[in-house]
């Protein structure tokens, strides 16, 4: 799946859109917990008590900040 976002996007992202085989990072579930309690990566914003956002902007911020890639 092929993603395409532009620089300082205001969307918002669900958990399932940034990480695993279809997300942004390659990362864990658990991984990416990780980094948000260190502070590498925002926490989330609550949309509702099961609704958990992050910025896309955020997000792509710490993958240019780390050289992340999903290049395979």
């Known amino acids: ?3 395409r976002t532009t620089i300082g996007s205001n969307r918002y992202l669900r958990l399932a859109q940034i990480i695993g085989p279809d997300g ?3 990362i864990s579930r658990s991984g990416f917990y990780l980094k948000v309690k ?3 990566i925002p926490p989330p914003l609550k949309l509702g008590p099961r609704i958990s956002v992050w910025r ?3 997000i792509l911020d710490f993958i240019e900040s ?3 890639s999903n290049d395979g």
């Open 66 to 68: 780390k050289g992340v």
């Open 38 to 40: 260190a502070g590498e």
């Open 56 to 58: 896309e902007s955020d």
């Open 1 to 3: 799946m092929e993603h």
């Open 24 to 26: 942004i990072l390659p």
